[in-house]
């Protein structure tokens, strides 16, 4: 499975959009990438999966660009309980089987 | 519909002990996979079972072993503890299913077992 690479920590305010980039240079032609949120003692909460260009849904943005070398997670207006571990994962999503590899993720701190 | 449950919570044991964690994935879900997350490593996978059948183990000891019944039910042994052990054990359960492509995983709260 691809490794990826994201920030360690992130801060950002109340009301701005916050933009996560994961790199993940050996992804695969079959892989999909996901991320996935969590906040302390609880599961990860799946949050966006996209294959290319651009995926958008209620919560977020997956920017993709055409090499799919990187990922760029968009959170737009965030508020203080966006305040979480961002976790970015690449994996072929084709195997019918469910193993994820999640890697460090990305500490995101959202203050007044 | 109702998510993914783990029992129990919270869990404390003695070093050599066993433990014996279950997970009831959400209705409908037949692909149960488990991950154990600690401070120092992280989150990692252990095994993923689809119609009782382990399809995928990750790299620990055989102290971890599971199970799942035939209503998709799954259970998480840990023989013979050690205070490395300590950790939140997560349950996922997926309709990943054999040569579809995946969607999502839907994780439980954890069970949070502490070893002394």
């Known amino acids: 499975l691809a490794k990826t690479t994201q920030p360690i920590s992130m801060d950002s305010y109340e009301g701005q959009e916050v933009n996560i980039t994961c790199s993940h240079n050996?992804?695969?032609?079959?892989?999909?990438i996901t991320w996935y949120q969590q906040f302390p003692s609880q599961g990860p909460r799946f949050i966006i999966q996209?294959?290319?260009t651009k995926v958008t849904n209620e919560v977020a943005s997956l920017f993709i660009p055409a090499d799919r070398k990187s990922s760029t997670l968009s959170l737009p207006r965030v508020s203080l309980s966006d305040t979480a571990v961002y976790y970015c994962?690449?994996?072929?999503?084709?195997?019918?089987?469910?193993?994820?590899?999640f890697g460090t993720g990305t500490r995101l701190l959202v203050s007044p | 519909k109702a998510g993914v449950t783990q029992t129990p919570r919270y869990l404390i044991k003695t070093r050599g002990q066993q433990v014996t964690l279950s997970c009831s994935p959400i209705?409908?879900?037949?692909?149960v996979s488990w991950y154990q997350q600690t401070p120092g490593q992280g989150l990692q996978f252990l095994f993923e079972?689809?119609?009782?059948?382990?399809?995928n183990k990750g790299n620990f000891p055989g102290r971890f072993s599971g199970r799942q019944f035939s209503n998709s039910r799954s259970e998480m042994n840990v023989s013979t503890l050690e205070l490395g052990d300590s950790a939140l054990y997560l349950c996922?359960?997926?309709?990943?299913?054999?040569?579809?492509?995946?969607?999502?995983?839907?994780f439980g709260q954890g069970t949070r077992l502490t070893v002394v």
């Open positions: 996922a359960s997926s309709p990943a299913g054999t040569g579809k492509v995946n969607t999502e995983a839907f």
């Open positions: 050996n992804i695969a032609t079959n892989d999909y």
């Open positions: 996209g294959y290319k």
């Open positions: 994962l690449v994996g072929d999503m084709n195997t019918g089987f469910q193993k994820l590899v």
């Open positions: 209705s409908g879900h037949r692909s």
């Open positions: 079972y689809f119609s009782e059948t382990q399809r």
